[in-house]
Nanobody, 127 residues
């Protein structure tokens, strides 16, 4: 069992930055690949970024490449999402997720690959 708690959301202007954090507890976080998803009002939850169990590999959806950076600190049981050059289209509820399975280097990108989810943190970007 893994419990995930996100923080760091808020209001930002277009072009600004926010840093999301997600603290994991209840199990050894190093055993899990970690990811970030988001869901805008009226839309389905979509994949944003993931990081492998050993932190060596990352994967991003095309719309955030070059603007967002996912990282993890297994010692602190935390995964981060640094979001730069924010756009109004980034407005959504952001969720972190943890998933078992795959190699140390695998970066899961589908909802079904994740077993545990946080409650979400809201990010609103104004134009």
């Amino acid at each position: 069992q893994v419990q995930l708690v996100e923080s760091g959301g808020g209001l930002a202007q277009a072009g600004g930055s926010l840093r999301l954090s997600c603290v994991a507890s209840g199990s050894t976080v190093g055993a899990y690949a970690l990811g970030w998803f988001r869901q805008a009002p009226g839309k389905e939850r979509e994949f944003v970024a993931s990081i492998s169990r050993n932190g060596g590999n990352t994967y991003y959806t095309n719309s955030v490449k070059g603007r967002f950076t996912i990282s993890r600190d297994n010692g602190l049981s935390t995964v981060y999402l640094q979001m730069n050059n924010l756009k109004p289209d980034d407005t959504a509820e952001y969720y972190c997720a943890a998933g078992l399975g795959g190699s140390l280097y695998y970066t899961p990108r589908w909802n079904s690959e994740y077993s545990y989810w946080g409650q979400g943190t809201q990010v609103t970007v104004s134009s």
